[in-house]
C-alpha cells in the first residue's frame, strides 16, 4: 500500500510537471507556422500552403493536381511551358518537333543527371513512357498515353515517339502532364508502383528542385537543384517548403497572421473576399482552367428523343431559351464572389484558339440575359406553357457553393415565367453513375483539363461515344475537332478550334456557366506571384522569392 | 444528488458481505477469460466497418465516377475486384489480418501499417496530453468541491463538471480556438508545431514520432517551446471532456471517504478539513479513477477524431476523417481495427490491474 501510494504520488507529480510545462510555454507565438525558431530552414525559404493532397510521388500512379503540384518542381520534363505562358516548349529537350506525321522526336541536352549522380540519358525517357504504360494504374495517367504506339532510344540523347494517329498536335502538350516526368530507371521498378519513402530516398530528381526532408500531406522541404538544365532556369529562392492544410480555413488563418507566405488552392470565395480587404496579404487572381457547366440530355430532356413529346427543334428552342436567360454573372458576382467568371464557350477564356460565341448568341447579345429573347424562341417554335426542367447537381464532388449556384438557375429559370425547375441533387457515387444512364434529362458537371490545351476541352465532350453520354452527335463537329487535333499549322488549328466552338454553341449540348480563376494569396513581401498564375494552370514555386 | 459516474464500493466501505475464497476460479481464470474476449470484440468491430462502408458504393467510383467513360470505370472495378460478392471480399480480408498484411491504401498508396505507425504517435501524444489536463483539472478541482461541498464553490464546480463532459468536443474545439488563437492571437491555430519546428523534428535521427518527446531528446527547447503551445488548446478540448468525469468522481469518493471512521478520528483530534481532505481522503478516492481511465480511453479515441480534424493535428483521427470521405476502405478498415486493438488490450490491462487492487471483480 505504501509503495502504491508513493507511486501515485510520482504520477500526479509527474503529470503536474508535464502540464506545468504545458501551460508555461504557452505564450503569444502567432500561430501555426514558422515563427518559432530552432528550426533548420533558412530565411529565405518560400512557405506554400494547400489543401491539395499527394497521391503518390509516382508519376505512373498519380493523376491528380496534389501530386503534379510536387512532381512538377522536382522531376524534369521533355516539355513544359515558361512561367507567364501556356505554350509548350522543349524543357531538359534540345529540341522536338515532328519528323515524320506518326513521328515525334526529341533531342535531349547533354550531360543531364539526376540528384543522385546517375546520367539522364534517352534510356531512362523510354523507361519513364513504357512504365506508365506497362502499370496503367487505376490512379495513373496511362489514358493520357493512349495515342502513344512505342518509344524508341535512337542513342543516349535521342528519343522517338511513335504515335498511332498521325499529327497529333496535343501529344507535346501531353509530355508536359502528368504523364510526362522523366524518371531514373537504377531508381524505380518497372512494373509498379513505388513508395514515396522509397523514390524520396532514391533522389530521382532533376527537376528545379530536389526533395531534402518528406512527410506525406504534412509538409514538404524542397531544395534548389543546381544540376537543373531545363527551361524552367534556376530558382528564384533557395529552398521551398509545402504545408498541406485539411480546412481553408487554418490556410486563410495562417497565411494571414504571416506563418506560410503563398496560400493557393482551394480558398473559398469567402475566403477571397475577405482577404481582399487585409492589409498584410494581397490576393492574385489568374486564368483557372475548371469549367463547370449543364449538361442536356438528348434523348430525356424536354423534347428529348426519348420523350413521349418528342421534337428535336422544340429541344433546342428549350436549351436556347435557357442560355438566353441564365445570368452568369449574377452567380458569379453572388455565389463566387468573382472567383469564378462567367464561360461564354466550351473552351474557356485564355487558352490559344478560345472564343466566345455564346456572348453574342445568346441573351442581349453581350453576355446578359434576354427574357424577350427567350420568349421568342420558345413561342416561334410552338412552345406554349411553361416548361418543366428537371434539373440535378451535385451537392459534394464541385464545391460547396453548388447548392447556392443551382437555386440561383432555378430562381433565374422560374422568374421568367418560362421554366418550372424540379431541382434535385445526389450524392456523388450515385450522380457519376446516374447521369450516364440517362437518369438526369439536364444537370450539373465540371471539368479540370488534363493538359493545357483546347482539345482537352473538346474531343472528351463532342464525338461520338464522349464521356458524357448525352447522346449528342453531329457529324460536322465530329469533323471539325478531328481536324483540329491533326493540323499542324498553329493559324489554321486555331480558326478550326473556333469553328468548333461555333459550332457546339449552336447546337447547346452543354451550356457553359462558369470558368474557374486561379487564386493566390501571399504576404506583402513575396514577389512574383503573378507569374506562376498562367493559363497552364501550373504551379512552379522556383517564381516566389521574399 | 447528481453523479456522473458513482464510485464502486470498495472494502473501505465495509458494507459488503466477506469474501469467500472460490475452488477453480482466480486470477489466472480471469485474465484468460478477459483476453479470449478480445478477439470478438474485434472481429465484430471490423464486421461491421467492413459492410459499413460498401453501402456507399465501390472506391474506384468514388474516386473516378466523373471522368472516366462507364465501360473503363467497370473495367477498374472488375481488376480491383470490387464487383465480387460481398462475402467472398469479407473471407480474403479476414484471411489477410490474420497473417498481419493490412494492405495498401487506395487513395494515396500507402502501406497501411506504415501510415499507422506514423499517424499513431500523434494520436498518442494527443492521448497523454489529454489525460494529463484531465488529472489536472478532474483531481483539484474535485477535491476542492469536496472540501467546500454543499456551499458554493460545489456548485459551480459541479455545474462545471457536466458542462465540460456535456459540450461536444468539436464545439469546445472551435470554441477555444475561435478565442485563443483567432480573438487573442495567443495560440497557434491548428497543427503538432510551426514549419521549422516540424522540419527540424524530422530531420532527427530516429524520432519517436511524439514531438514533445523528440524536442526533449534533442534538447531544442524552442521546438519543445513551440509544440507545447501547439498543444495546449487541442489537450484542453480533449482533456477537458474527461476531467469532468474525473471531477464528478473524486469529488464523490472523497466525500465518502470523509465519513469513515478513521478520518472522523482525525477530525476529533483536531485535524483541519483541509489536511484532511488532501492527506487522508483523497488516496483511496483515485483508486476508482484506474478503472475509469481505462474506460475513457476509448472516449478519448472517440473524442480524438473530432478534436485532431479541428485542430489539423495529423494524428490517427484526422486521417480516419479523410479515408472516410475518400471511401477509402483498406485505409479506414486498418485504422479502425487498430483502434479496436487499442480500446481492447487496453481494458484488458486495466481489468487486470483492478482485480489485482480488488479481488471482488474476478468472481
Known amino acids: ?546 | 444528488m447528481t453523479t456522473l459516474i458513482d464510485a464502486p464500493p470498495s472494502d473501505a466501505d465495509g458494507l459488503l458481505p466477506p469474501r469467500k475464497k472460490q475452488a477453480g476460479g482466480g486470477l489466472g481464470q480471469y485474465i484468460l477469460v478477459r483476453f479470449l474476449l478480445i478477439f470478438p470484440t474485434i472481429l465484430i468491430l471490423v464486421t461491421m466497418v467492413f459492410f459499413l462502408m460498401r453501402i456507399t458504393g465501390d472506391p474506384i467510383t468514388a474516386a473516378m465516377g466523373g471522368r472516366l467513360p462507364p465501360e473503363q470505370l467497370q473495367e477498374r472495378i472488375t481488376a480491383a475486384g470490387y464487383d465480387r460478392p460481398l462475402l467472398v471480399q469479407y473471407f480474403e480480408y479476414l484471411g489477410q489480418l490474420a497473417t498481419g498484411n493490412f494492405g495498401t491504401t487506395l487513395s494515396d498508396n500507402r502501406k497501411v501499417t506504415e501510415m499507422l505507425t506514423t499517424y499513431g504517435s500523434a494520436t498518442l501524444e494527443l492521448a497523454i496530453n489529454a489525460i494529463i489536463v484531465a488529472l489536472l483539472v478532474g483531481i483539484p478541482l474535485g477535491m476542492v468541491a469536496a472540501h467546500r461541498r454543499d456551499h458554493l464553490p460545489d456548485a459551480v464546480l459541479r455545474i462545471l463538471a457536466i458542462l465540460f463532459y456535456a459540450t461536444p468536443v468539436f464545439f469546445a474545439g472551435m470554441l477555444l480556438k475561435l478565442v485563443f488563437s483567432v480573438w487573442l492571437h495567443w495560440l497557434p491555430v491548428a497543427g503538432r508545431a510551426g514549419t521549422r519546428t516540424e522540419l527540424s523534428l524530422t530531420a532527427l535521427e530516429a524520432p519517436t514520432g511524439i514531438y514533445w518527446l523528440d524536442a526533449l531528446r534533442s534538447g531544442n527547447m524552442a521546438a519543445f517551446s513551440d509544440v507545447m503551445s501547439h498543444a495546449v488548446l487541442p489537450a484542453l478540448a480533449l482533456g477537458l471532456l474527461t476531467a469532468g468525469v474525473f471531477l464528478r468522481l473524486v469529488r464523490t469518493n472523497v466525500i465518502g471517504t470523509l465519513g469513515k471512521d478513521y478520518v472522523e478520528a482525525g477530525r476529533s483530534r483536531g485535524v483541519s478539513e483541509f489536511r484532511l481532505v488532501t492527506k487522508h481522503a483523497y488516496k483511496p478516492a483515485l483508486i476508482p479513477i484506474i478503472t475509469v481511465m481505462g474506460l475513457q480511453i476509448a472516449v478519448l479515441l472517440g473524442g480524438a477524431v473530432l478534436t485532431e480534424t479541428t485542430f489539423e493535428w495529423k494524428g490517427l483521427g484526422f486521417q480516419l476523417a479523410n479515408y472516410l470521405t475518400a471511401r477509402d476502405f483498406v485505409a479506414v478498415q486498418g485504422i479502425v481495427v487498430l483502434l479496436a486493438v487499442i480500446v481492447a488490450v487496453t481494458n484488458f490491462i486495466v481489468d487486470i490491474i483492478a482485480a489485482l487492487i480488488d479481488p471482488r471483480v474476478r468472481y
Open chain 1, 1 to 546: 500500500m505504501i509503495k502504491s501510494t508513493k507511486a501515485l504520488h510520482r504520477a500526479i507529480a509527474l503529470a503536474g510537471i508535464s502540464a506545468l510545462a504545458l501551460t508555461a510555454c504557452t505564450g503569444p507565438s502567432g500561430g501555426g507556422g514558422g515563427t518559432a525558431s530552432g528550426g533548420s530552414a533558412g530565411g529565405g525559404a518560400i512557405t506554400f500552403g494547400t489543401t491539395d493532397k499527394v497521391v503518390t510521388l509516382d508519376p505512373a500512379g498519380s493523376y491528380d493536381a496534389g501530386s503534379f503540384l510536387v512532381m512538377n518542381q522536382v522531376y524534369p520534363f521533355l516539355m513544359n511551358s515558361k512561367p507567364g505562358s501556356a505554350e509548350v516548349s522543349p524543357d531538359i529537350a534540345e529540341s522536338a518537333s515532328f519528323t515524320a506525321p506518326t513521328e515525334f522526336t526529341v533531342k535531349l541536352k547533354p550531360n543531364l543527371k539526376f540528384a543522385n549522380g546517375h546520367a539522364l540519358t534517352a534510356s531512362d525517357v523510354k523507361f519513364s513512357y513504357d512504365r506508365v504504360v506497362k502499370i496503367d494504374d487505376p490512379n495513373g495517367p496511362a489514358s493520357l498515353l493512349s495515342n502513344l504506339k512505342s518509344v524508341e532510344a535512337k542513342d543516349d540523347t535521342t528519343v522517338v515517339f511513335t504515335l498511332k494517329q498521325a499529327n497529333d498536335q496535343v501529344f507535346p502538350s501531353v509530355l508536359g502532364t502528368n504523364t510526362g516526368p522523366v524518371i531514373d530507371e537504377e531508381v524505380f521498378p518497372a512494373d509498379k508502383v513505388m513508395s514515396d519513402e522509397d523514390i524520396v530516398a532514391g533522389k530521382p530528381f532533376a527537376g528545379p528542385y530536389t526533395i531534402d526532408s518528406y512527410k506525406k500531406n504534412e509538409l514538404v522541404s524542397l531544395k534548389s537543384n543546381p544540376d537543373y538544365n531545363g527551361l524552367l532556369g534556376k530558382p528564384s529562392n533557395d529552398s521551398a517548403v509545402i504545408k498541406y492544410y485539411a480546412d481553408s480555413n487554418n490556410l486563410k488563418l495562417d497565411v494571414q497572421g504571416g506563418n506560410i507566405d503563398v496560400a493557393g488552392r482551394s480558398l473559398t470565395a469567402t475566403d477571397a473576399a475577405d482577404l481582399d480587404k487585409d492589409s498584410k496579404v494581397k490576393v492574385y487572381k489568374g486564368p483557372g482552367g475548371e469549367l463547370r457547366y449543364i449538361v442536356f440530355n438528348f434523348d430525356t430532356m424536354p423534347f428529348g428523343a426519348k420523350t413521349p413529346e418528342a421534337n428535336p427543334a422544340k429541344a433546342l428552342a428549350v436549351r436556347q431559351a435557357m442560355a438566353d436567360i441564365v445570368d452568369r454573372q449574377a452567380i458569379s458576382d453572388q455565389v463566387y464572389k468573382g472567383t469564378y467568371v462567367p464561360a461564354y464557350s466550351v473552351v474557356p477564356d485564355g487558352l490559344p484558339g478560345a472564343t466566345q460565341p455564346m456572348k453574342e448568341m445568346y441573351g442581349d447579345g453581350s453576355g446578359k440575359p434576354s427574357l424577350d429573347k427567350a420568349k421568342k424562341v420558345l413561342s416561334d417554335a410552338g412552345i406554349t406553357g411553361p416548361v418543366n426542367v428537371k434539373l440535378q447537381y451535385n451537392p459534394d464532388h464541385y464545391g460547396k457553393s453548388s447548392g447556392d449556384e443551382y437555386a440561383m438557375v432555378k430562381e433565374q429559370l422560374e422568374k421568367s415565367g418560362l421554366f418550372t425547375v424540379d431541382l434535385q441533387s445526389t450524392e456523388w457515387v450515385t450522380y457519376s453513375k446516374a447521369r450516364t444512364s440517362d437518369a438526369y434529362p439536364v444537370y450539373q458537371l465540371g471539368w479540370f483539363p488534363d493538359y493545357s490545351d483546347a482539345d482537352n476541352y473538346l474531343t472528351p465532350f463532342f464525338i461520338p461515344g464522349n464521356f458524357l453520354k448525352n447522346h449528342y452527335e453531329n457529324p460536322t463537329v465530329t469533323d471539325l475537332v478531328q481536324k483540329q487535333l491533326t493540323t499542324p499549322d498553329k493559324t489554321e488549328r486555331g480558326k478550326l478550334i473556333g469553328d468548333v466552338q461555333s459550332a457546339v454553341a449552336k447546337d447547346l449540348s452543354t451550356l457553359p456557366l462558369l470558368q474557374g480563376s486561379q487564386l493566390l494569396v501571399a504576404g506583402k513581401d513575396i514577389k512574383g506571384v503573378e507569374k506562376t498564375l498562367d493559363p497552364s494552370f501550373k504551379t512552379r514555386l522556383g517564381v516566389l522569392s521574399k
